[in-house]
């Protein structure tokens, strides 16, 4: 499974480690990438392309929902030509979505391969919406993981603090990626 990667050694030893007590095994995922306006839009640009590649070295196959003002929604695949697809997408993307994340998660986008799916979000954005979303979408046996895009010197917001906890009472896995942590995930 994707969550059992063990991040730091991986980041350390320049591929992919896995916990101790678990054995890899592929896992789908999809990504779902927050378009909305932000000043991290292309740093979460990058981290969306180094997860990406990751995944796919590890074996596993890997969805894509992209939705802005042109939504793109790739199926889970796992060949050299998808990836090729997704960083495509990802080097041509804008910060153009009009619509709340949170409303985009609503949607069901990938049918009954995402409920089998763990699920990663790429934001800079977190909200209070989003973190409801999350919650309730969590609560239907969905496994979330949340990558939260920060400045390298960027600490969290006190509402931001506050939603952090939230997610971690209702074991949604929570990550922040700081301006320069992006890098070690594609050098794994």
């Known amino acids: 499974k994707f969550a059992w990667i063990d991040w730091k050694a991986t980041a350390r030893?320049?591929?992919?480690?896995t916990k101790e007590?678990?054995?890899?095994?592929?896992?789908?995922?999809v990504i779902f990438f927050d378009r909305t306006p932000s000043p991290l839009f292309e740093t979460a640009?990058?981290?969306?392309?180094?997860?990406?590649?990751a995944i796919t070295?590890?074996?596993?196959?890997?969805?894509?929902?992209?939705?802005?003002?042109?939504s793109q929604v790739f199926p889970?695949?796992?060949?050299?030509q998808h990836r090729r697809n997704l960083f495509y997408h990802l080097a041509k993307v804008d910060c153009d979505s009009k619509t709340s994340f949170a409303t985009i998660l609503e949607e069901n986008?990938?049918?009954t391969e995402v409920k089998q799916s763990t699920?990663?979000?790429v934001t800079s954005n977190l909200t209070l919406d989003l973190t409801r979303k999350l919650e309730l979408l969590s609560g239907k046996q969905r496994m979330f993981i949340l990558y939260l895009v920060k400045e390298k010197n960027e600490n969290l917001s006190k509402e931001e603090s506050v939603l952090v906890e939230r997610m971690a009472q209702r074991q949604i896995q929570l990550h922040i990626v700081k301006d320069q942590n992006y890098k070690e995930v594609s050098n794994s």
Not at 21 to 29: A, K, N, W
């Open 57 to 70: 070295k590890g074996g596993a196959r890997v969805g894509f929902v992209s939705v802005g003002e042109q």
């Open 76 to 80: 889970m695949q796992l060949d050299e």
């Open 45 to 53: 640009v990058s981290y969306a392309a180094s997860l990406i590649q």
């Open 109 to 111: 986008r990938l049918n």
């Open 21 to 29: 007590f678990e054995q890899m095994q592929s896992h789908d995922v």
């Open 119 to 121: 699920s990663i979000v």
């Open 13 to 17: 030893r320049d591929s992919i480690m």
